[in-house]
């Protein structure tokens, strides 16, 4: 048994020497030490022990980098220092600003390790560990620059506007923005642009009706549950037009202002909106007010798609791998190679969300095969898509060489597009089919017409 008293430091190395040599150090300063080689038995063991500080040694810097992302989300501030002369370790650290991750070179000095050691478990005394953190997962160079400009953001008061496809990670962004932010204390409050815009109408039509003043007090508005911290409005875009006039009012000089009956309402807000869609072109339609969106349209974020930034996918698999490892009680697990390959290489139209989903799967399963046989199916839909963009060539200036005629006046227009329609419809249903192995029902599903009308085409333009 040991006492509750001593600061107790986790030592991960897999050299058994360099192990050997790191426990005598820390037996001679008086603290427990506990020694793993492997880093799966390390992460079953880190909760039960909780440590004071966790020394890694002589590990790759891609396991190192596994390693800490693991650590820190099961426990955000807890201290680790790590023994690597790897720049790109240090360059990790700096980026994802982990104040509470500390380098020292392989060859030390005795005096200044111990002094390190010291000094950590000095600054960390009676600190609240704090087990919940956002933190954004990603060493490739456009999610580098937003995890820079994260900090200048978080200072300011301006709104700040995400954008990017369904499933990058806007909300994730947000979270961060508020965890860096001087408000990180106060509430994070997250809503979809329609539900805000639907609330806010309720909450007029309460102050301006003849509704008790009892009822009126009772009602938790969005801007009440946020003041003094961040809302975040997700899909902006859903704002009705009608409404969006009010929300440029709302939000004039960074406070909200709601007008309840006689009673004005101020509160100290920060924004963050996100769109998962092009927003300019609601603007250029006509479905976004052009001043609404210069107002929001100060700090933007842009979030790449997932299949833009391929170097994050491993690092991200390994992160999610973890993660529901732990959450489902199962011990570490390693995806195979085939699996890894196979991710690296799918375009994911659900980006980080639809990864997330399938590492869970896996892990659910505990079977790669079940999952590789199923992204096979993906790669095959994936192939058709590719295909429908080169059907438009179907209509190049070439094929109109069969209907130029020198009496212009006995052209088609009608006869050559139904043409073109033809040959694109027979040209796609044959790929689909062949991608299919001839499965009509599968194809009918990908295609998103009826079986029914599958077999007629089939039938009309004699596939076989």
């Known amino acids: 048994m040991y006492s509750e008293d001593k600061n107790k430091i986790i030592i991960i190395e897999t050299n058994q020497d360099a192990r050997d040599y790191l426990r005598s150090i820390i037996f001679g300063l008086n603290y427990i030490t506990f020694c793993f080689e492997k880093e799966s038995i390390f992460l079953d063991n880190l909760s039960p022990l909780n440590p004071n500080l966790v020394i890694v040694g002589s590990l790759s810097s891609e396991r190192v ?75 490739s160079s456009s999610m580098v620059k937003i995890k820079k400009n994260i900090p200048q953001l978080s200072r300011s008061k301006e709104i700040v506007f995400i954008s990017g496809e369904s499933g990058t990670g806007k909300d994730l962004i947000a979270k961060h923005i508020h965890c860096k932010s001087d408000r990180k204390q106060n509430p994070f409050i997250k809503s979809s642009g329609l539900t805000f815009s639907r609330e806010i109408v309720e909450q007029d039509f309460i102050c301006n009706s003849q509704v008790s003043s009892v009822s009126r007090n009772s009602q938790s508005t969005i801007l009440e549950m946020a003041n003094k911290g961040i809302l975040f409005l997700d899909k902006i875009e859903e704002v009705p037009a009608s409404f969006q006039a009010k929300l440029v009012q709302l939000i004039e000089n960074n406070y909200i202002t709601e007008t309840c009956g006689k009673t004005k309402k101020t509160y100290d807000i920060r924004m963050i909106v996100s769109a998962g869609t092009d927003l300019e072109l609601f603007v250029e339609k006509g479905k976004f007010r052009k001043d609404l969106y210069y107002r929001l349209n100060v700090l933007r974020i842009e979030i790449p798609p997932l299949r833009d930034r391929k170097e994050d996918i491993l690092l991200l698999m390994d992160f999610f791998t973890d993660k529901f490892c732990r959450e489902s009680g199962k011990s570490y697990y390693e995806l195979s190679d085939e699996i890894k390959n196979k991710f690296r290489s799918y375009l994911w139209p659900g980006n980080v969300k639809e990864l997330e989903n399938l590492v869970n799967k896996t892990i659910m399963l505990g079977d790669d095969q079940s999952i590789i046989n199923q992204l096979n199916d993906k790669y095959k839909i994936q192939d058709i898509n590719s295909y429908c963009k080169n059907i438009y060539r179907l209509a190049e200036l070439a094929d109109l060489k069969n209907y130029y005629m020198n009496d ?37 599903e990908i295609l998103n017409i009826s079986y029914k009308s599958l077999l007629n085409k089939v039938k009309a333009y004699n596939l076989n």
């Not at 052209?411 to 050559?416: F, Q």
């Not at 089919?433 to 499965?439: A, F, I, M, Q, Y």
Request: hydrophobic content about 40%; some cysteine; charged content about 25%.
């Open 65 to 139: 980098f596994r390693l800490i992302n693991t650590i820190k989300m099961i426990s955000y501030s807890l201290p680790v220092l790590i023994i690597s002369n790897d720049y790109g370790i240090k360059n990790f650290i700096g980026i994802n600003g982990f104040t509470d991750v500390l380098t020292i070179k392989t060859h030390f000095e005795l005096s200044e390790f111990k002094k390190i050691i010291t000094g950590i478990l000095k600054k960390n005394t009676g600190v609240k560990r704090s087990q919940k953190h956002s933190f954004i997962i990603g060493n």
């Open 408 to 444: 212009f006046n006995k052209i088609s227009l009608k006869d050559i597009c139904r043409e073109f329609v033809a040959r694109a419809e027979k040209k796609l249903m044959k790929k689909v089919l062949k991608n299919t192995n001839w499965n009509r029902k599968k194809a009918a």
